[in-house]
């Protein structure tokens, strides 16, 4: 167990699970604007009050939630070891652990990614995605990227963009695809641009 966290009452956790399924649920029946405190309370089978002791209000409760996601994406990411060896395969197994994350929780990624109506949770899975890319591309040394001239920065936007488009289109098409095929065809679509 880790030292660093406190450990959290199970009743908490599990009215925030209501809470959050709650405001998944009704996220996929209506615009943001029209949910209420009061809708998700009862979605969620509590009392109004019990929300304000979680959260301050919605805003609040989607910018907790947007953590939370970034949270259990880098925990999914970290759970497999990676052989020491080429940073291309370490790579191609952290998309199929970010795609094997994302199926295994399609029911919320569809709404938060599926569609436009909370931009907090693409924001976050692109600064995210950009800080992975960075990453990747500080680590390859007499690349393409220097051979080609071309910059480190636009290389990372170019990346994180690609990535994060890639996301969000297998999301809204009901992810046709398993997470290994559509992670190798990106890692084959890279090698050629």
């Given at each position: 167990m880790n030292q660093d966290k406190p450990r959290i009452d199970p009743r908490i956790l599990r009215t925030r699970q209501l809470l959050k399924d709650a405001l998944i649920d009704l996220l996929h029946?209506?615009?943001?604007?029209?949910?209420?405190?009061n809708r998700i309370a009862e979605r969620a089978t509590i009392n109004r009050v019990t929300f304000y002791l979680h959260y301050r209000d919605i805003p609040d409760?989607?910018?907790?939630?947007?953590d939370d996601m970034i949270e259990d994406i880098q925990n999914a990411?970290?759970?497999?070891?990676?052989?020491?060896?080429?940073e291309e395969e370490k790579a191609f197994f952290v998309m199929v652990s970010l795609l094997e994350h994302i199926?295994?929780?399609?029911?919320?990624?569809?709404?938060?990614?599926?569609?436009?109506r909370t931009p907090i949770f693409t924001?976050?899975?692109?600064?995210?995605?950009?800080?992975?890319?960075?990453?990747?591309?500080?680590?390859?040394?007499?690349s393409f990227i220097s051979e080609a001239?071309?910059?480190?920065d636009i290389a990372i936007?170019?990346?994180?963009?690609?990535?994060?488009?890639?996301?969000?289109?297998w999301v809204?098409?009901?992810?046709?695809?398993?997470?290994?095929?559509?992670?190798?065809q990106f890692s084959l679509l890279n090698h050629l641009v």
């Open positions: 029946e209506m615009e943001i604007e029209k949910i209420t405190v409760m989607l910018e907790k939630m947007a990411l970290n759970r497999k070891p990676f052989q020491p060896g080429l199926a295994e929780h399609a029911k919320f990624y569809k709404v938060v990614l599926g569609s436009k924001e976050r899975l692109l600064r995210m995605l950009s800080q992975t890319v960075t990453q990747i591309v500080e680590n390859e040394r007499n001239g071309i910059q480190k936007w170019y990346g994180s963009a690609a990535l994060i488009g890639t996301i969000v289109a809204r098409n009901d992810m046709p695809y398993t997470p290994q095929f559509l992670a190798q």
